[in-house]
């Protein structure tokens, strides 16, 4: 609701244009589905939700930011419950986690546990700019990358620690609203913001921490070395 008042604000003010239309695919499930009916997600019958699935719809609809509200014109943003795994077989968009990132204007990760956000890291590789809260270890991580931008640059992180919980929704939506105006209005302050957000998924390279984490609870490490003691001593 922040972001539509945003957005609203914006067209009245003759920044954005009247047209401007903007989606957020909310990704969440809580299992994957099989037999979903044609026209998902925008088609989606309450029969397949569970668990906290029809909680987040019933937020969408009670705020009337369902989808056919923005068809006909009375809002400018759209809420679409995305309650499923991504695949390209998923029955809705198709798309791998890669082409779906790449295709989104921003990843938005309000994450309040991760101890991490591979996420955040995920979204950056394939050039798509991310507003993270800073609880998750990956906005600590921003600082390790020199600036591309001044102020605001590829990942914008929320102080979802000290701020009031209607002050967090509020900078979460001007994040948002910052990332949608340069995409429609400067694209190439966008393109540096995309560039921004790649650098810094390529300077984590988090692919080799993370197998040494792998080999770590599965053993592997330890079990190459045992294989290695009997050659060694032979020598």
């Keep these: 609701m922040a972001l539509e008042h945003i957005i609203r604000n914006s067209i009245l003010e003759g920044h954005m244009e009247e047209k ?12 994957p589905k099989a037999d979903l009916p044609e026209g998902f997600p925008v088609h989606l019958p309450k029969d397949v939700l569970v668990g906290n699935e029809l909680r987040l719809q019933q937020m969408i609809e009670e705020r009337g930011l369902d989808f056919p509200k923005l068809v006909r014109g009375k809002h400018s943003v759209a809420a679409v419950l995305y309650p499923q795994i991504i695949s390209e077989t998923d029955g809705g968009l198709g ?17 309040r546990y991760d101890p991490f956000l591979l996420t955040g890291l995920e979204a950056g590789r394939e050039g798509t700019p991310s507003v993270v809260s800073r609880v998750c270890g990956f906005s600590d991580a921003i600082k ?45 302050k966008y393109k540096l913001l995309c560039r921004e957000a790649f650098l810094l998924a390529k300077d984590m390279d ?15 490490r330890f079990c190459m070395r045992e294989n290695e003691n009997p050659a060694k001593s032979k020598n």
């Design 20 to 31: 401007i239309k903007v989606i957020c695919f909310l990704v969440t499930a809580e299992g």
């Design 95 to 111: 798309m791998g986690v890669r082409d779906f990132m790449a295709g989104c204007c921003a990843g938005v990760f309000p994450s």
């Design 144 to 188: 390790t990358i020199e600036s591309l931008i001044e102020g605001l640059g590829g990942v914008i992180v929320v102080d979802n620690i000290d701020l009031s919980y209607y002050e967090t929704v509020l900078e979460y939506a001007l994040a948002i609203s910052y990332f949608t105006r340069n995409f429609v209005d400067d694209r190439v």
């Design 206 to 220: 988090w692919r080799k921490p993370a197998e040494q984490y792998y080999e770590l609870i599965s053993g592997a």
